[in-house]
C-alpha cells in the first residue's frame, strides 16, 4: 500500500479529491512533500527525475517571477501578462511532460500577494475555461497570500477565492503571519519578531470561515520560519506551536459538536526552510505540514553543477575552436548547452532527493 493507492489517478498531474487524498495520505503518514519552485523546462524535469528515482510524489510550484520568466523575459509584464501566459505554458508543459515519468504531480502557483491578484485572477480565467473543456481545472492548486495585510481582510478575501476555485474541486493555499526573510522581492527582514508567530484563535478563524466553503486548502502559518538564506541555527523556529495549533482546532470543532474531528485537522505548509535542521522539518511534519517550499537551496544547486563545470571547463568553453588538447580541437561537445545545463540538472536532482528523503516521502508511492 502506498499513496499512489489512494488515487485515482496514478501518474501526472493529479487534481481535485486526488489533490486532498494525497494530502491527506501525507499527514496520516507523516510525510510532506517538497514543492520545487520551476522556471524552465529544464528545473522541470530535474524535479521529476529525483521524484521518479525515489519513487515520490512532488509538488511543481511557479511562483510570479518564475513564471514570467518561463514566457521569457522579453516579455512585457504590464498588468501580469507575462507571468499569467507563462504560468499557463508551464502548466501545460508539465501536464504533457509528467506522465512520462511515471509519479503524480501537484501543479501549483506559489506566493499571490495583493498587487499581485491580477495574476491569480487571469490564472483563473486559464483554469475556468480548461475546466469547461476537461472538467477538472488547468492547476490542482494556488497560493494567495495576503498575510501582510490586516487579518480580516486577508481571511476575508482567500474565502472569495476559494468561492471561485470551490467548483472546480481546485487547492487554495492561504498564508498567515508573517515569513521573515527575503525571497522573490518580498522582504520582511524588519518585522518585528511577534507578528512571526501565528495564534491557534487565527487559524481557527481561517478553519471556520474556509471549511464550509471547500475541504480544499492548506494554511502556511507563520512559526519562525524565514525566507531566503541564512545560516543553520540563525533561525528560531516553533514547530510545536503547529501541535498547539491542531489540537485547538479539534477542541473548538468537537465542542461545536463536530463527530470524529481527527488530531490534526488541519492542513500545513512549511514556508521558508532553507537552512532548517532536518529535525525541525520532521518536528513540524509531525503537526501536520503536507509540504515544504523549497526555492533557494535549489536555485544553489542548479548554479553548483553549472558553476563547477564552468570553472573545470573554462579552456574548452572559452572558445569554439581550441583548447589545452590542441589548437584545432574542436569544443562543441563542451559549449553544447545539452552539456552544462545537464550539470545543473544533476545537481538539482540530487537536492531534490535530498527534500524528498529528509521529509520522508521518498519511497511512498
Ligand atoms: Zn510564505
Not at 238 to 260: C, D, F, I, R, S
Request: glycine residues 8%.
Amino acid at each position: 500500500m502506498g499513496a499512489q493507492d489512494v488515487l485515482s489517478r496514478k501518474t501526472g498531474v493529479i487534481v481535485g479529491d486526488d489533490v486532498l487524498a494525497l494530502f491527506t495520505y501525507a499527514r496520516e503518514h507523516k510525510f510532506a512533500i517538497p514543492a520545487i519552485n520551476c522556471t524552465s523546462s529544464s528545473t522541470v524535469v530535474a524535479s521529476l527525475e529525483a521524484a521518479r528515482d525515489s519513487k515520490s510524489p512532488i509538488v511543481l510550484q511557479f511562483s510570479q517571477g518564475g513564471a514570467a520568466f518561463f514566457a521569457g523575459k522579453g516579455v512585457d509584464n504590464k498588468d501580469q501578462f507575462a507571468s499569467i501566459q507563462g504560468a499557463v505554458a508551464g502548466a501545460h508543459y508539465v501536464r504533457a511532460i509528467a506522465p512520462a515519468y511515471g509519479v503524480p504531480v501537484v501543479l501549483h502557483t506559489d506566493h499571490c500577494a495583493k498587487k499581485l491578484l491580477p495574476w491569480l485572477d487571469g490564472m483563473l480565467d486559464a483554469d475556468e475555461k480548461y475546466f469547461k473543456e476537461h472538467n477538472e481545472p488547468l492547476f490542482s492548486s494556488h497560493m494567495i497570500d495576503l498575510s501582510e495585510e490586516p487579518v480580516d481582510w486577508n481571511v476575508e478575501t482567500t474565502a472569495r477565492y476559494l468561492k471561485r476555485a470551490a467548483p472546480m474541486k481546485q487547492w487554495l493555499e492561504m498564508e498567515i503571519g508573517i515569513t521573515g526573510g527575503e525571497e522573490d522581492g518580498v522582504n520582511n527582514e524588519d518585522v518585528d519578531n511577534n507578528s512571526l508567530y501565528t495564534q491557534p484563535e487565527d487559524i481557527m478563524n481561517i478553519y471556520k470561515t474556509l471549511s464550509p466553503i471547500s475541504p480544499y486548502f492548506s494554511i502556511a502559518a507563520g512559526f519562525g520560519n524565514v525566507h531566503g538564506v541564512y545560516k543553520p541555527g540563525n533561525v528560531k523556529l516553533h514547530p510545536e506551536l503547529l501541535g498547539k495549533h491542531q489540537a485547538y482546532v479539534k477542541e473548538q470543532l468537537t465542542a461545536a459538536g463536530q463527530k470524529n474531528v481527527g488530531d490534526k485537522p488541519v492542513y500545513f505548509v512549511f514556508h521558508g526552510g532553507s537552512g532548517s535542521a532536518k529535525q525541525e522539518y520532521l518536528d513540524a511534519i509531525n503537526h501536520g505540514v503536507v509540504k515544504v517550499n523549497m526555492d533557494t537551496d535549489m536555485q544553489f544547486a542548479y548554479c553548483s553543477g553549472i558553476r563547477d563545470y564552468m570553472v573545470t571547463k573554462k579552456e574548452y568553453v572559452s572558445t569554439a575552436v581550441g583548447n589545452p588538447d590542441g589548437e584545432d580541437k574542436p569544443n562543441k561537445k563542451y559549449f553544447d548547452p545539452r552539456v552544462w545545463v545537464r550539470e545543473g540538472e544533476k545537481t538539482m536532482t540530487t537536492r531534490v532527493k535530498e527534500a524528498l528523503a529528509d521529509f520522508n516521502t521518498a519511497g511512498t508511492l
